[in-house]
């Protein structure tokens, strides 16, 4: 079974950076597209930024131009690299990886499945 698990979040100061990462076990990263989305209090959890296995990425419009998604196949990691980063930011960032309609096993997924960290917090704070 696929886990993800995140690191990287913390205090930061408004215009610093911070990169997080999600080293993903149980499948390669290529047969997912993987993701990252962020949740403030209060809010729904919204898409940051994704890349599919063939490199095509998506970032959300608040985020373009100063987030960067990225992944290390040898060493099964995603990252997201974020500069200039506002207190709008705060939030708790989760990873995601996200398996294509089909197989998995016996049982045939119509919809995909999608697989979650547990999430780490950054906090832009002065």
């Known amino acids: 079974q696929v886990q993800l698990v995140e690191s990287g979040g913390g205090l930061v100061q408004p215009g610093g950076s911070l990169r997080l990462s999600c080293v993903v076990s149980?499948?390669?990263?290529?047969?997912?597209?993987m993701g990252w989305y962020r949740q403030a209090p209060g809010k729904e959890r919204e898409l940051v930024a994704s890349?599919?296995?063939?490199?095509?990425?998506n970032y959300a419009d608040s985020v373009k131009g100063r987030f960067t998604i990225s992944r290390d196949d040898a060493k099964n990691t995603v990252y997201l690299q974020m500069n200039s980063l506002k207190p709008e930011d705060t939030a708790v960032y989760y990873c995601?990886?996200?398996?294509?309609?089909?197989?998995?096993?016996?049982?045939?997924?119509?919809?995909?499945?999608?697989?979650w960290g547990k999430g780490t917090l950054v906090t832009v704070s002065a």
């Open positions: 995601n990886a996200h398996d294509p309609p089909g197989y998995s096993g016996r049982t045939y997924y119509p919809n995909g499945i999608n697989y």
């Open positions: 890349e599919t296995s063939g490199g095509s990425t």
């Open positions: 149980g499948s390669g990263l290529r047969v997912y597209r």
